[in-house]
């Protein structure tokens, strides 16, 4: 019915940079926001940005200025640049989206984001 297929996680050094996109299959759903979360190993799934239709793009505070969301509506999508990455950012992230028609959350399955020092 609805998926959300994550891509460009990987390794990267402290530092550098990396870019994850999401693609979102629909169907005739209408999206309202599209966003990304992370989790850490023994810590709470928690946003790291969310862009919502029409609305203002929100971040964590621990990613203000490094990181920034964008989203293309003809294809569904969004992204997350990320730099100057440190290690805190390592974890799992996932993409969100939410729909006007239906009740749920979807969620992507997770793309892992390593920073080593």
Not at 28 to 53: D, H, N, Y
Not at 82 to 95: G, H, I
Request: net charge positive.
């Amino acid at each position: 019915q609805v998926q959300l297929v994550e891509s460009g996680g990987g390794l990267v050094r402290a530092g550098g940079s990396l870019r994850l996109s999401c693609a979102a299959s629909i169907n005739s759903f209408t999206l309202k926001s599209m966003g990304w979360f992370r989790q850490a190993p023994g810590k709470l799934r928690e946003l790291v940005a969310i862009i919502p239709t029409g609305g203002t793009v929100h971040y964590a505070d621990s990613v203000k200025g490094r990181f920034t969301i964008s989203r293309d509506d003809a294809k569904n999508s969004v992204y997350l640049q990320m730099n100057s990455l440190q290690d805190e950012d390592t974890a799992v992230y996932f993409c969100y989206a939410d729909f006007r028609e239906l009740p749920r959350n979807y969620w992507g399955q997770g793309t892992q984001v390593t920073v080593a020092s």
